[in-house]
């Protein structure tokens, strides 16, 4: 792209509106978002690349100051035809430009990232932007033969679904053909006619006139234009100062100047300048929002979930090539898989978490170790691997995983090679989200991971087999079905353009390398078309270097020892009719970068409860709750506040598994916990504590002395455990929750941990539901069929007569609160839950009940 005829910078009489190449952003200055709601964005969490790949503009300034071309070994010899020529002109036309060159290679179908990357005409921004611009031309070609009427300048507007209204004679006024005469010449041929009427604005043609201009594609076409290049000089997300600035500058006021007459000062100018406002106003209404969103999805400027950020994301996930580990840490077992260096799953295994030496035996020698989890002991866990282990948050398991060692396996898969494991979820058409909850669209998706993979380069042989590398193809548009070749170990590229047509073998030489080629230049990020001026760098820096000439020995000398190149003078070296020779030696100096983990606060955010608004640690708001004391330090304490850990200084004095109320005060990443104290204004004990069965017996002593009823702590804090004695071996246990509920305390009944009562008080609890409990054990005990001993009971099945269904029960040894009923050849229980048996998901009130249900639907017994 040659730089604009344009003047960007003139106010003359002779400026109408500027078209330029679209402005870059500076990445690094300070952005409207917070560091927490950017994520992964943060400079230092996950080493964005954004210049590297997107490029500022600066280093393709030789472009627009010299005539050096591209190779034109890759384009088509056949001349442009008229849609070529005409698409040139409508590209060319809306950026103000005058070269043909990127446009040309665009329409042909070259990859953009071979466009930019490998010949350097342009950043990847710009080249996509005249991609989409070409595609714009391509649907105005297929709108055009439904409506001639329509000229190729007002695209843009059709495609946001203006229609024009019918032109209006109105005295006064400029017709808005010849107004558009003026602005397409840029100067004023026409003028007003006669005299608008009094009272001007209050009458209908005002609004008519606005509604005619608001509605013309050109004039729409034009307004969209002027919006769109504010929005690149203002990317921030703000409409009132894009349009603010709008109205101070030229670009509104030629606007203006084209629709008036020359008498200036006038009133009837103050009333056309009116008209035009109005319309400008309300074609604003309709396309900055649109317009803006199609800017961000083609990254030029940023946004959220926007081309540059989701190409941030897999360029910082790109792990080193080579076998890998994943791990999936959970509550209570460890799952690892390996996978080997082309992407399937060799070997899996389960262990415990503290089975450290085992997790060390399984990973090995691998160097590539990756780690996901839903709980803060995964920082133990990592810390104890012998080799470096990398975190992965789970949000990258993206394709809803039912089994666990799916999810080792997909955040494996994700890091070793990111541009197929996203290629698959297009493929698989999987909705997913990584930033701001906005949902990844596949289309932005899809260029992303062109960039990222035309950035580093996928080694060919290892795509292919991948045994998800056949998404990639698809996205690319490379056929592999039907070849008549044993293209999976070619000896060079090269040999590859036998087999695919020119579009296909032009991908594959912009994104597949070959490590084990014969050509040492296969395995480099370099395209086959720039392996001449790299041979030319090589031989004008060898003689500094070397004393050999060997040219592969050269080669491998820059290829190790890139630095060679860094004072070369580019500007000696002539390579006339290939790439720069200054593109060629960026590409050979770029260095791989690979992911190295996700930071602290990342693994935070992803394995610890937020329990609150981290913003509300500015404002000191909301920052006091109440958690379970769960450990006593000699020096501290550590409290459970809905699942995440909260470390206080020993301050106050309080119990192990007391209830407490704590204040946060800040948030430990490393240690994946928050700084808090604990308030001196806690009650001190749970009520429990307070009651007359409660006893710090050990459940020993509790049998050794059949004490009759026992309130003790449980296990689990704010739990307490009532134990009953009723019979000499026999104590039934129930575990219940202290809470409160509407500033009083009251006790939840949890029978397999699923609520089964509430109770305002214990003694209610053992007045009434132990009560009922004793009541329904005697009446139990009372049954023909109950046996004492549980061998009784064994022996009585075995003399049965056979001639009649015998059965018997007794209360079980194993299973609290629990008959066991011996029936034929069956084993069933029943749980006594006060005064009911349940039985399955039945209830019934007395054993007799019970057993009659049971011989009907075990009569076959």
Not at 89 to 106: A, C, T
Not at 133 to 149: A, G, M, N, V
Not at 430 to 447: C, D, G, Q, R, V
């Amino acid at each position: 792209m040659s730089k604009s005829k344009v003047n960007n910078n003139s106010s003359s009489e002779d400026e109408f509106i500027i078209r330029r190449r679209p402005k870059t952003t500076n990445y690094n200055q300070e952005s409207e978002f917070t560091d927490e709601e950017y994520g992964y964005s943060d400079q230092g969490d996950l080493n964005p690349l954004f210049e590297e790949i997107f490029g500022t503009g600066n280093e393709y300034n030789y472009i627009y100051d010299s005539d050096v071309k591209a190779d034109e070994t890759l384009v088509m010899q056949a001349s442009a035809d008229v849609s070529e020529i005409e698409c040139c002109k409508y590209v060319n036309y809306i950026l103000g430009l005058d070269d043909d060159e990127i446009i040309k290679r665009l329409y042909r179908n070259e990859p953009p990232e071979f466009v930019s990357f490998q010949l350097g005409l342009a950043t990847i921004k710009q080249v996509y932007y005249v991609n989409e611009l070409i595609s714009d031309y391509r649907k105005f070609c297929e709108l055009k033969l439904k409506k001639p009427e329509y000229s190729v300048w007002t695209y843009r507007a059709l495609l946001m679904s203006y229609r024009p209204v019918s032109d209006l004679e109105i005295p006064g006024l400029l017709d808005i053909s010849k107004y558009l005469k003026n602005l397409s010449l840029k100067e004023k041929i026409y003028e007003p006619e006669g005299v608008l009427e009094n009272n001007f604005e209050l009458t209908s043609d005002f609004n008519n006139a606005v509604n005619q201009l608001s509605s013309n594609p050109s004039f729409v076409d034009i307004v969209y234009s002027i919006y769109e290049k504010k929005i690149i000089e203002f990317p921030e997300y703000d409409n009132l100062k894009i349009f603010e600035n709008i109205k101070l500058s030229n670009d509104l006021s030629n606007l203006i100047r084209f629709y008036c007459d020359s008498k200036k000062g006038s009133h009837e100018n103050e009333i056309r300048s009116k008209v035009i406002f109005k319309a400008f106003e309300s074609i604003n209404n309709n396309c900055f929002f649109r317009l803006r969103e199609q800017l961000v999805k083609l990254g030029i400027i940023e946004g959220m979930a926007g081309l540059q950020d989701i190409t941030n994301i897999l360029v910082s996930l790109r792990g080193k090539p080579g076998p890998y580990v994943g791990i999936y840490l959970n509550n209570k077992f460890t799952f690892l898989v390996k996978i080997n260096e082309h992407g399937a799953v060799e070997t899996s295994k389960s262990l415990h978490s503290y089975e450290i030496d085992l997790i060390n035996e399984f990973i090995g020698d691998i160097q590539n170790v990756v780690i996901t989890s839903n709980t803060p002991r995964v920082k133990n866990l990592i810390s104890n691997i012998h080799n470096n282990v990398y975190y992965v948050p789970k949000k990258f398991c993206i394709f809803k995983p039912e089994k666990d060692f799916e999810v080792a396996i997909e955040i494996a898969q994700c890091i070793q090679n990111p541009v197929i494991y996203f290629s698959r979820a297009i493929h698989e058409n999987i909705s997913f989200t990584l930033l701001y909850n906005i949902p990844i669209k596949h289309e932005i998706l899809a260029k992303a991971i062109c960039i990222t993979a035309a950035s580093e380069k996928l080694d060919w042989v290892s795509t292919l087999k991948h045994p998800y590398g056949f998404n990639f193809f698809k996205i690319l548009g490379i056929t592999l079905s039907d070849r008549k070749y044993d293209y999976d170990v070619p000896s060079t590229l090269k040999s590859l353009e036998n087999v695919f047509t020119l579009d296909e073998i032009n991908k594959i030489f912009t994104y597949f390398k070959l490590n084990d080629s014969t050509n040492l230049l296969d395995s480099t990020n370099l395209h086959p078309v720039n392996y001449e001026v790299f041979k030319v760098i090589a031989e004008v820096s060898q003689g500094k270097e070397t004393n050999t000439l060997d040219e592969q020995v050269i080669i491998k000398n820059i290829l190790d020892n890139p630095a060679i190149l860094n004072n070369l003078n580019v500007k000696e070296i002539a390579v006339e009719g290939y790439t720069h020779p200054d593109v060629v030696r960026k590409i050979a100096q770029s260095k791989s970068c690979y992911f190295d983990g996700a930071p602290d606060k990342v693994i935070f955010e992803d394995v610890v409860p937020q329990i609150i608004d981290l913003s509300d640690l500015n404002t000191r708001k909301n920052l006091e709750m109440k958690g379970f004391v769960i450990k006593v330090n000699p020096d501290s304490y550590l409290v459970n506040v809905d699942g995440a850990i909260v470390f206080c200084m020993k301050l106050v004095k309080v119990e192990l598994n007391q209830m407490v109320k704590v204040r946060i005060i800040s948030v430990n990443y490393s240690y994946l916990s928050y700084q808090g104290e604990i308030l001196s204004d806690n009650t001190g004990m749970y009520y429990y504590k307070e009651h007359r069965f409660y006893t710090e017996l050990s459940n020993r002593e509790i049998r050794d002395a059949r004490v009759p009823v026992s309130i003790k702590s449980s296990s689990v804090p704010g739990h307490c455990l009532v134990i009953i004695h009723i019979q000499d071996d026999i104590f039934f246990t129930y575990k219940l929750s202290e809470r409160e509920e509407k500033d009083k305390k009251i006790y939840e009944l949890l029978f397999c941990d699923r609520l089964a009562g509430k109770f305002a008080t214990l003694d209610i609890f053992i007045n009434n539901y132990i009560g009922d409990v004793k009541e329904q054990v005697e009446r139990i005990k009372k049954f023909k069929h109950y046996k004492e001993d549980p061998k009784e009971a064994y022996e009585y099945m075995k003399t049965a007569d056979s001639q009649y269904l015998k059965y018997c029960l007794f209360l079980s040894r194993t299973k609290l609160e629990t008959v066991e009923i011996l029936f034929g050849n069956k084993q069933l229980f029943a749980y006594i839950q006060g005064r009911f048996l349940i039985f399955g998901s039945m209830k019934f009130e007395s054993i007799e009940d019970l057993c009659s249900y049971m011989k009907k639907e075990y009569k076959s017994l």
